[in-house]
């Protein structure tokens, strides 16, 4: 028996489309999109955790016509939708979910908690729109669907689990994403974007998102008591030159016409107010948007802490040990397919809801799926999701709008909804469509 979301799906990919504005075809379809979205909202999961969200998108995208393939590098989804000779196009959306506490009094706020891979018991929060993105993917999805007069080429949309840790996209390549199923030609995704008007899109060319590196630095020493300091190397001083000469990497080593941040954010040692320990341990993020830039400063930061010690005294079997137990490459927007997009997206929305936007300092792993040997030339653009006089009273600094990742982020759903689901129909059409 057909579920009854099935059947509201069948209803609506029989209405015929071409008559319509694909505006007027999205509002059309905007009831079951916000269900879909208030279910997904209610119901996140934490990376590697996403079983039942991954279990929902696969079951929407075979029902608009897809062939889907579940459990692709973990949680992952792979949907693809053959229709003749053409490009091959990927839409990627995200599936996890954050450990935060929502706070939004939303009247479907989420409520769940979770084990972490801790062992600790967390609250779980669509606190970065990847509930937005899902129900932007598959409504889009429909909507390509019933449109399959209109383009031509196969389509390939996945649902990638472990964003929020940077490891899904990895997982999925590794699983053959590129291999067992058709490789693109572009890469597109879209991410929310807490402060814009909603509905709105922005556009960043060529480096859009950072690298981004966190960096541990063992340091080690000769601990003994406080009151006879002479006999013992002191970690904690050492690590004290570390941080204190690290703020050179970004003044002196690297181009002012270059970005970069070092930020030490965790420094833990000892025990007791009269006692040298004989360790201490840092914890450094390193952002970059060049590979050059980013080389010079992980190289700069090996130098100080081995040329610290040096100074320090430290036999050669006690030098500081480096590790970078996570990396993120930057997003690279290509500039030809950002141009092709953009000039798409400013036809179809109109100029004032298209903007060029400079890039930002925060991560995002959809980089991997152009950094291939293939160079598969990708976009990601942002999707507005403030209410709009909420986002020119942020834009005029009369008021504040809660970030991304906060227990207060709540899009404005409808006009962010029919925008993703507008925008990304509008972008993929735009490469397969039909003269």
């Known amino acids: 028996m057909k579920s009854i979301f099935a059947a509201a799906l069948t209803l609506v990919l029989c209405q015929p489309v071409l008559a319509d504005t694909l505006a007027a075809a999205i509002a059309s379809d905007y009831t079951y999109l916000e269900q879909l979205y208030r279910h997904l909202h209610r119901n996140p999961e934490l990376s590697f955790q996403e079983v039942n969200t991954a279990a929902r998108i696969a079951t929407e995208l075979r029902q608009a016509g897809f062939e889907v393939t579940e459990k692709v590098g973990g949680h992952g989804i792979v949907a693809v939708l053959k229709n003749g000779v053409g490009p091959t196009v990927l839409v990627r959306t995200d599936l996890d979910a954050l450990p935060v506490e929502e706070q939004t009094d939303l009247p479907y706020a989420s409520a769940t908690t979770a084990v972490d891979d801790q062992g600790k018991n967390v609250p779980v929060m669509h606190a970065c729109g990847h509930d937005i993105h899902m129900t932007s993917l598959v409504g889009t999805a429909r909507r390509l669907s019933v449109m399959r007069n ?26 053959g994403l590129f ?76 181009s002012p016409l270059e970005s970069g941040v070092v930020t030490v954010g965790s420094i833990h040692a000892g025990t007791k107010h009269n006692i040298i320990p004989d360790a201490a341990h840092l914890q450094i993020t390193v952002r970059s948007y060049t590979d050059d830039v980013r080389e010079k400063l ?12 040096i100074a320090l005294g430290l036999p050669e079997d006690k030098m500081p040990e480096v590790t970078i137990p996570e990396s993120t490459p930057a997003t690279h927007n290509d500039p030809a397919l950002t141009k092709r997009i953009f000039a798409a997206l400013e036809n179809a929305l109109g100029e004032h809801r298209v903007h060029t ?23 990601m653009f942002w999707l507005g999701a403030a209410k709009a006089d909420a986002a020119q009273a942020h834009a005029e600094g009369r008021s504040k709008l809660p970030s991304l990742h906060s227990p ?23 490469l397969l469509g039909k003269d």
């Open 150 to 175: 209109r383009w031509a080429g196969t389509l390939v949309m996945i649902g990638q689990p472990a964003e929020e840790r940077v490891q899904g996209a990895q997982a999925m390549l590794q699983d």
């Open 357 to 379: 936007l400079p890039p930002v300092m925060g991560a995002e792993d959809f980089a991997l799926y152009g950094r291939t040997e293939d160079r598969i030339p990708s976009l």
């Open 408 to 430: 207060f982020f709540a899009p404005d759903p409808e006009p962010t909804i029919k925008g993703g689901v507008e925008a990304m129909t509008t972008a993929v059409l735009s």
């Open 179 to 254: 291999t067992r199923f058709p490789k693109p030609d572009y890469n597109l995704a879209l991410h929310v974007a807490a402060t814009m008007a909603a509905g709105e899109v922005g556009m960043t060319e060529g480096y859009a998102l950072a690298n981004v590196d966190s960096v541990d630095i063992a340091v080690q020493g000769v601990g003994g008591h406080g009151a006879y300091p002479h006999t013992t190397k002191d970690p904690i001083v050492l690590a004290a030159h570390i941080i204190v000469a690290l703020q050179t990497l970004v003044a002196r080593d690297i």
């Open 298 to 309: 992980l190289g700069g930061i090996r130098r100080i802490a081995r040329g610290e010690a």
